[in-house]
């Protein structure tokens, strides 16, 4: 396995190359589309990874894979935090990176928020297995999350408590 840090500014170019790799092989993954991140400049890019903490996973082949952790500003919602556009390159797959990368944002999040939020398409049973290990319970399931051409996807709504007391 690759080692994973937190990706800066000056890793910009390889976050897009990459980011925009899972929206185009799996666009009912994310709620972001390939269409419109593709329309943003590098600089766009470069603004996401100074506002989130984005953790990527490199190897000899550069970037492999990443997850983002948001936390908003709003006082009332400051409290939880959302895992948000974990992908790993197909080609790296079944090392151990997205187990890695989810670590990363749990501990990144740990002293930041109490509850730590995610939403991952019904269908893929492996990354929820990979979540539920992580400690992530369901909650819910959004039946119609997203809309892929004429086509609905579910969406199953995970939480990680970090702050055991509540």
Same mark, same amino acid.
């Given at each position: 396995m690759g080692s994973i840090r937190r990706l800066e500014a000056q890793d910009a170019a390889a976050f897009r190359a990459l980011r925009l790799d899972g929206l185009a092989? +799996?666009?009912e993954?994310?709620?972001?589309?390939?269409?419109?991140?593709?329309? $943003?400049? /590098?600089?766009?890019?470069?603004?996401? /990874?100074?506002? +989130?903490?984005?953790? =990527? &996973? $490199? !190897?000899g082949d550069?970037?492999? @894979? &990443?997850? @983002?952790?948001f936390m908003p500003d709003s006082p009332k919602l400051r409290h939880k935090g959302?895992?948000? @556009?974990?992908?790993v390159r197909? !080609?790296?797959? =079944?090392?151990?990176? @997205?187990?890695? /990368?989810i670590s990363a944002v749990i501990d990144h999040a740990t002293s930041r928020v109490e509850d730590l939020n995610l939403s991952v398409g019904a269908t893929?049973?492996? &990354?929820i297995r990979r979540y539920e290990a992580a400690g992530f319970m369901p909650y819910g399931l959004e039946p119609?999350?997203?809309?892929? =051409?004429? $086509?609905? +996807? &579910?969406?199953?709504?995970?939480?990680?408590? /970090?702050?055991?007391s509540g």
């Open positions: 092989r +799996h666009p993954a994310f709620g972001a589309s390939w269409e419109s991140e593709a329309e $943003q400049p /590098l600089e766009w890019f470069s603004a996401t /990874l100074k506002t +989130h903490a984005v953790f =990527g &996973a $490199q !190897d550069g970037l492999v @894979g &990443a997850a @983002g952790l959302t895992l948000w @556009g974990a992908y197909p !080609d790296a797959r =079944g090392k151990g990176i @997205g187990t890695a /990368l893929n049973t492996r &990354a119609r999350a997203l809309k892929v =051409g004429e $086509q609905y +996807h &579910a969406e199953v709504l995970m939480i990680l408590n /970090l702050n055991r």
